[in-house]
């Protein structure tokens, strides 16, 4: 007699998250870590900091490209990241809601309250300006904010966190009493180019953008005074080592607007690394020599898809282990099923993002977070198909285990959850599919895979940087899915043996 494949199930649930844990975090956490958001200027000052510790001879690792302000700010009050560069304005505005005015004696006060310090105060201030493509600019006389008044019809492209954040759209326009529907949310790096395109009129810049020059844009006059300065700052978590903060400390100072800018010129229009940028930087104004490395091609791919493996494995691992239980417990008790199915649904509902974000304050920034949303929105497609799959058997074969005498569980183990195996193996092939796809987010939050090549390629302008990650991600969920369908071909062919 052929073996039911469902008996196959409990051990590869469990083989998946056990081989994907094998390809960990790696032994211990290093001395230092330190963040860095989701744009090229961040980026590069996290590589300055990291080559300023490893100089010193302190362990440092740098998490780059974790999304905006609140992924970093609550990484820091987590502990998941010692260190990151923040701008006085936003700290004040978006993380503390207190008067952009506050004096620096007022704004250290504040940050001790929450267990954070300030390292070192770089020396320039990078500031919100509002641009135009020059020529729109001079032909409707427009050289301030004040004048956008009398263009309602101009189209705003704006940031994503500067959209909803509270020195952001809503008070400056409330502040200028400008008359513009409300602004369609876009990536930073991506704003250019949707300006270049001509597919919007007015966007939000940093002072030390290199694409300012580059695009031939106008920085409108602030002419009401309505954003505070934006000094560049090192935050670190009380209880960072002494040696560690002196290391920091020797930033103090070492930039302005200018040197700012055309590092951030070295790497979005010249092309160079950032982690060579930072290096050249660090020896020539501080006269330390750092060593980097850039992993080739097929390195990041190798990373990247241990990395990938490890979000899917462990996710949809455990889904299957608690997700087939809830399906059958909603098929046994009909009115239970429709309370799992609702609660299931309804976090299908919630945008991966958002989930991401949310589970953050409770397990830090990294790959945890992002297992644990893989693992929420797999439940349903799972959960739905079980009970699917054993509700919709043919009713003479149930009443034939019955009169066969088998309690419920005999039942279900030998006749009913054999027979509705296809219909489960679909919901966890919908599952996986939908995994492989969702994890390329995780990137956002420093937990790698795929997503970290595509956010870098975005934000770089780099079309194969771009590919290097979509299509690997393309292709494994591709192959998932073709692993599922002749894992179900077998099943129908067990079936027929079965039969016979």
Request: a negative charge.
């Given at each position: 007699m052929?073996?039911?494949?469902?008996?196959?199930?409990?051990?590869l649930?469990?083989?998946?998250?056990?081989?994907?844990?094998?390809?960990?975090?790696?032994?211990?956490?290093?001395?230092?870590?330190?963040?860095?958001?989701?744009?090229?200027?961040?980026?590069?000052?996290?590589e300055?900091?990291?080559?300023?510790?490893?100089?010193?001879?302190?362990?440092?690792?740098?998490?780059?490209?974790?999304?905006?302000?609140?992924?970093?700010?609550?990484?820091?009050?987590?502990?998941?990241i010692?260190?990151?560069?923040?701008?006085?304005?936003?700290?004040?505005?978006?993380?503390?809601?207190?008067?952009?005015?506050?004096?620096?004696?007022?704004?250290?006060?504040l940050?001790?309250?929450?267990?954070?310090?300030?390292?070192?105060?770089?020396?320039?201030?990078?500031?919100?300006?509002?641009?135009?493509?020059?020529?729109?600019?001079?032909?409707?006389?427009?050289?301030?904010?004040?004048?956008?008044?009398?263009?309602?019809?101009?189209?705003f492209?704006?940031?994503?966190?500067?959209?909803?954040?509270?020195?952001?759209?809503?008070?400056?326009?409330?502040?200028?009493?400008?008359?513009h529907?409300?602004?369609?949310?876009?990536?930073?790096d991506?704003?250019?180019?949707?300006?270049?395109?001509?597919?919007?009129?007015?966007?939000?810049?940093?002072?030390?953008?290199?694409?300012?020059?580059?695009?031939?844009?106008?920085?409108?006059?602030?002419?009401?005074?309505?954003?505070?300065?934006?000094?560049?700052?090192?935050?670190?978590?009380?209880?960072?080592?002494?040696?560690?903060?002196?290391?920091?400390?020797?930033?103090?100072?070492?930039?302005?607007?200018?040197?700012?800018?055309?590092?951030?010129?070295?790497?979005?229009?010249?092309?160079?690394?950032?982690?060579?940028?930072?290096?050249?930087?660090?020896?020539?104004?501080l006269?330390?020599?750092?060593?980097?490395?850039?992993?080739?091609?097929?390195?990041?791919?190798?990373?990247?898809?241990?990395?990938?493996?490890?979000?899917?494995?462990?996710?949809?691992?455990?889904?299957?282990?608690?997700?087939?239980?809830?399906?059958?417990?909603?098929?046994?008790?009909?009115?239970?099923?429709?309370?799992?199915?609702?609660?299931?649904?309804?976090?299908?509902?919630i945008?991966?993002?958002?989930?991401l974000?949310?589970?953050?304050?409770w397990?830090?920034?990294?790959a945890?977070p992002?297992?644990?949303?893989?693992?929420?929105?797999?439940?349903?497609?799972?959960?739905?198909?079980?009970?699917?799959?054993?509700?919709?058997?043919?009713?003479?074969?149930?009443e034939?285990?019955?009169?066969?005498?088998?309690?419920?569980?005999?039942?279900l183990?030998?006749?009913e959850?054999?027979?509705?195996?296809?219909?489960?193996?679909?919901?966890?092939?919908?599952?996986?599919?939908?995994?492989?796809?969702?994890?390329t987010?995780?990137?956002?939050?420093?937990?790698?895979?795929?997503?970290?090549?595509?956010l870098?390629?975005?934000?770089?302008?780099?079309?194969?940087?771009?590919?290097?990650?979509?299509?690997?991600?393309?292709?494994?969920?591709?192959?998932?899915?073709g692993?599922?369908?002749?894992?179900?071909?077998?099943w129908?062919?067990?079936?027929?043996?079965?039969?016979d």
């Amino acid at each position: 007699m052929s073996r039911s494949p469902l008996r196959a199930w409990p051990a590869l649930s469990l083989l998946l998250p056990l081989l994907a844990a094998a390809q960990g975090d790696g032994p211990g956490r290093p001395a230092v870590v330190i963040g860095s958001k989701a744009f090229t200027e961040s980026v590069i000052l996290g590589e300055i900091m990291t080559g300023v510790l490893q100089s010193e001879g302190i362990p440092a690792t740098h998490r780059r490209e974790l999304g905006g302000t609140r992924v970093l700010w609550n990484g820091l009050q987590t502990g998941d990241i010692d260190a990151y560069v923040e701008y006085t304005g936003t700290i004040l505005l978006e993380i503390l809601r207190e008067d952009p005015a506050a004096d620096d004696a007022r704004l250290e006060s504040l940050l001790a309250e929450h267990g954070v310090v300030i390292a070192a105060r770089l020396g320039f201030n990078n500031t919100y300006v509002l641009g135009m493509r020059e020529a729109q600019a001079e032909a409707l006389g427009i050289r301030r904010i004040s004048d956008l008044r009398a263009h309602p019809d101009l189209r705003f492209g704006l940031s994503n966190e500067f959209v909803s954040r509270a020195d952001g759209w809503p008070g400056l326009r409330a502040a200028y009493e400008l008359p513009h529907a409300e602004p369609r949310g876009i990536q930073h790096d991506l704003a250019y180019r949707g300006l270049a395109a001509r597919s919007v009129d007015v966007i939000d810049l940093y002072s030390t953008d290199a694409e300012i020059e580059y695009y031939q844009l106008r920085r409108l006059e602030d002419d009401r005074g309505y954003f505070p300065r934006y000094d560049a700052v090192i935050l670190y978590r009380q209880g960072l080592r002494s040696a560690a903060v002196e290391a920091l400390a020797r930033l103090e100072g070492t930039l302005d607007e200018d040197s700012m800018a055309a590092l951030n010129a070295a790497v979005k229009l010249d092309g160079r690394q950032a982690t060579a940028v930072a290096a050249a930087f660090l020896r020539e104004r501080l006269g330390m020599n750092v060593a980097f490395r850039e992993d080739g091609r097929l390195q990041r791919f190798l990373d990247r898809s241990l990395e990938h493996l490890r979000l899917v494995g462990i996710s949809l691992g455990a889904a299957i282990l608690i997700a087939i239980p809830l399906g059958v417990l909603a098929y046994l008790r009909p009115r239970l099923g429709e309370m799992v199915l609702a609660a299931t649904s309804i976090v299908q509902t919630i945008p991966a993002l958002a989930l991401l974000v949310l589970l953050i304050p409770w397990l830090g920034i990294g790959a945890k977070p992002a297992i644990a949303a893989l693992f929420l929105f797999s439940l349903l497609p799972i959960v739905r198909n079980t009970q699917a799959g054993l509700r919709n058997l043919p009713p003479d074969v149930r009443e034939s285990a019955v009169a066969l005498g088998l309690p419920t569980a005999a039942r279900l183990r030998l006749v009913e959850l054999p027979l509705a195996g296809p219909s489960i193996l679909a919901g966890i092939k919908t599952a996986a599919v939908i995994n492989v796809g969702t994890a390329t987010l995780g990137a956002l939050i420093g937990a790698g895979g795929y997503g970290e090549p595509i956010l870098t390629g975005i934000r770089l302008d780099d079309m194969g940087l771009i590919l290097e990650g979509a299509i690997p991600a393309a292709a494994l969920a591709l192959l998932v899915q073709g692993a599922f369908e002749l894992a179900e071909r077998r099943w129908g062919r067990w079936e027929v043996q079965r039969g016979d």
